[in-house]
């Protein structure tokens, strides 16, 4: 069974760079055809998917963060991690990773495997 666990601070600063990492266990991340993505839910409002980076290494962003966010991957320890920068406390949320065997841009309910999700809070 395909399980996730997310990692990294719980409090930044606003203008820092925010990176979390994933670790996968129960499957490895470079079978095909899964993909793997970072999801956040601010408070009171809905997910929102942030990006992907599937099997193959191939990444996809949504066009309202492409510009500051980053995803990659450390096979060896069968991780992805997400880097999101120039943060403000519009950047408050639980950070979600989740993994689908599905190589299409699916919405956050499409996805079959979650973490349990990570506090992030930015504030000085």
């Known amino acids: 069974q395909v399980q996730l666990q997310e990692s990294g601070p719980g409090l930044v600063k606003p203008s820092q760079t925010l990176s979390l990492t994933c670790t996968v266990s129960?499957?490895?991340?470079?079978?095909?055809?899964?993909?793997w993505s970072w999801i956040r839910q601010p408070p009171g409002k809905g997910l929102e998917w942030m990006g992907v980076?599937?099997?193959?290494?191939?990444?996809y962003y949504n066009p309202s963060l492409k510009s500051r966010t980053s995803i990659s991957r450390d096979t060896s320890k069968n991780q992805f991690s997400l880097q999101l920068s120039s943060l403000t406390p519009e950047d408050t949320a639980v950070y979600y990773c989740?993994?689908?065997?599905?190589?299409?841009?699916?919405?956050?309910?499409?996805?079959?495997?979650w973490g349990q999700g990570t506090q992030v809070t930015v504030s000085s």
């Open positions: 980076i599937d099997y193959d290494g191939s990444t």
């Open positions: 129960g499957g490895s991340i470079t079978t095909c055809c899964y993909a």
């Open positions: 989740a993994g689908v065997r599905d190589l299409g841009l699916l919405p956050p309910d499409e996805y079959d495997y």
